[in-house]
T-cell receptor, first 113, second 116 residues
């Protein structure tokens, strides 16, 4: 079956630090990959996505590249802000799994001023 | 515009109450979803509606009853809930069901439910 593994959190950084949150996946076919962000007390917001190998998704300074050879979709940001403090979920969807999104466990990011 | 709205934002109910959660989207999406999210966990899929018909029920207890009156609206009727049903209930929608091809799901802000 499909699965997503995220680096264990929580992650605490100082403002302007470089961020990497690792995400690797297992899928039987050719999945689309997503990063969702959940701010405190809110729902999930789509942060970025990639639908095929070597695609790079980017939004709000965040980037992730779909690496088929390493089955990875690591999230990066060059300089984090206090406002980036949130929980980040890596997820995949794949045709054979129907309408199901498979989520990682989530990574709590705290950015201190 | 990728907005999914949900009402109410918060709900407190007793175990004998009947209440409903509402979700609305005006993006022309034909697939709508209900998820349950416990604290510090990823969302868990409950139901999927595809073209206004229930296509997936993830073995959810019958005290949760979904309804899709039209292509823009999704309801979740609640009856005789248990305290362990307290959670954030998220609605999502996508242009097409992902059985057709992979499609991005857009989430609403959720309803935070407390069952006493």
């Amino acid at each position: 079956g499909n699965s997503v593994t995220q680096m264990e959190g929580p992650v605490t950084l100082s403002e302007e630090a470089f961020l990497t949150i690792n995400c690797t996946y297992t899928a039987t076919g050719y999945p689309s990959l997503f990063w969702y962000v959940q701010y405190p007390g809110e729902g999930l917001q789509l942060l970025l996505k990639a639908t095929k190998a070597d695609d790079k998704g980017s939004n709000k300074g965040f980037e992730a590249t779909y690496r088929k050879e390493t089955t990875s979709f690591h999230l990066e940001k060059g300089s984090v802000q206090v406002s980036d403090s949130a929980v980040y979920f890596c997820a995949l969807s794949e045709r054979t799994s129907g309408s199901r999104l498979t989520f990682g466990e989530g990574t709590q990011l705290t950015v201190n001023p | 515009d990728t907005e999914v709205t949900q009402t109410p934002k918060h709900l407190v109910m007793g175990m004998t109450n009947k209440k409903s959660l509402k979700c609305e989207q005006h993006m022309g999406h034909r697939a709508m979803y209900w998820y349950k999210q416990k604290a510090k966990k990823p969302p868990e899929l409950m139901f999927v509606y595809s073209y206004e018909k229930l296509s997936i029920n993830e073995s959810v207890p019958s005290r949760f009853s979904p309804e899709c009156p039209n292509s823009s609206l999704l309801n979740l009727h609640l009856h005789a809930l248990q305290p362990e049903d307290s959670a954030l209930y998220l609605c999502a929608s996508s242009l097409w069901p992902s059985g057709t091809y992979q499609e991005t799901q857009y989430f609403g802000p959720g309803t935070r439910l407390l069952v006493l």
